[in-house]
């Protein structure tokens, strides 16, 4: 079965230019989490969705971020403008939302390296 | 608020030796996750094991064991006869199911394991 799936896995840009990130989860999974890694910060959540409704977008760090997922297979992550501090590994996660308690299993996709210069 | 430390920032090993990766975390609800993710030097996050806060039971799977002590909110990563192939970043996340952190991972800051031949 495939996983989830990320483009472009690299992307290098000029400060000022838009930039999207793009995600496929795996098929069948309801709950889609895009995530940045820096060394500074670590793993931060920027947002969630559930059944394609954003349900918690507090960890988006401003107004050049936005998020959408217009259908259960496709998600995108949109940085206008982009600065040099975006430059970061930005990750998007997909898992089952079954039991209604919480705890269910986040698969990662490979990764979207992006380098703001 | 949830919290997940992992004290070790670095841990260097010889090959066969045997590591243990130490995990505490913090949260107000009773019902709660723990989980490891593996991240090699490709960059991918990969997916270990996942508890929940109601069994404290201890799971083997092949060289690796994990240790869940509610007394003590620790969650450690023990990989036996450690292989070069086991150097990587470990993270250890908590989720729980409390409002609009449902399903939200917090991760802590990783461990870097290198294994030397």
């Known amino acids: 079965d495939a996983g989830v799936i990320q483009s472009p896995r690299h992307e290098v840009t000029e400060m000022g230019q838009e930039v999207t990130l793009r995600c496929k989860p795996i098929s069948g999974h309801n709950s889609l989490f895009w995530y940045r890694q820096t060394m500074m910060r670590g793993l931060e959540l920027l947002i969630y969705f559930n059944n394609n409704v954003p349900i918690d977008d507090s960890g988006m760090p401003e107004d050049r971020f936005s998020a959408k997922m217009p259908n259960a297979s496709f998600s995108t992550l949109k940085i206008q403008p982009s600065e040099p501090r975006d430059s970061a590994v930005y990750f998007c996660?997909?898992?089952?939302?079954?039991?209604?308690?919480?705890?269910?299993?986040?698969?990662f996709g490979p990764g979207t390296r992006l380098t703001v210069l | 608020a949830q919290k997940v430390t992992q004290a070790q920032t670095e841990i260097s090993v010889v090959e066969k030796e045997d590591v243990t990766l130490d995990c505490v975390y913090e949260?107000?609800?009773?019902?709660?996750?723990l989980f490891w993710y593996k991240q090699p030097p490709s960059g991918e996050l990969v997916f270990l094991i996942r508890r929940n806060s109601f069994d404290e039971q201890n799971e083997i799977s092949g060289r690796y064991s994990w240790n869940f002590q509610k007394s003590t909110s620790s969650f450690n990563f023990t990989i036996t006869a450690s292989q070069v192939v086991d150097s990587a970043v470990y993270f250890c996340a908590l989720s729980t199911a409390g409002g609009t952190s449902y399903g939200k991972l917090t991760f802590g800051q990783g461990t870097i394991l290198t294994v030397h031949p």
């Open positions: 949260t107000r609800d009773t019902t709660y996750y």
């Open positions: 996660a997909s898992s089952l939302k079954a039991s209604g308690r919480g705890g269910d299993t986040q698969y």
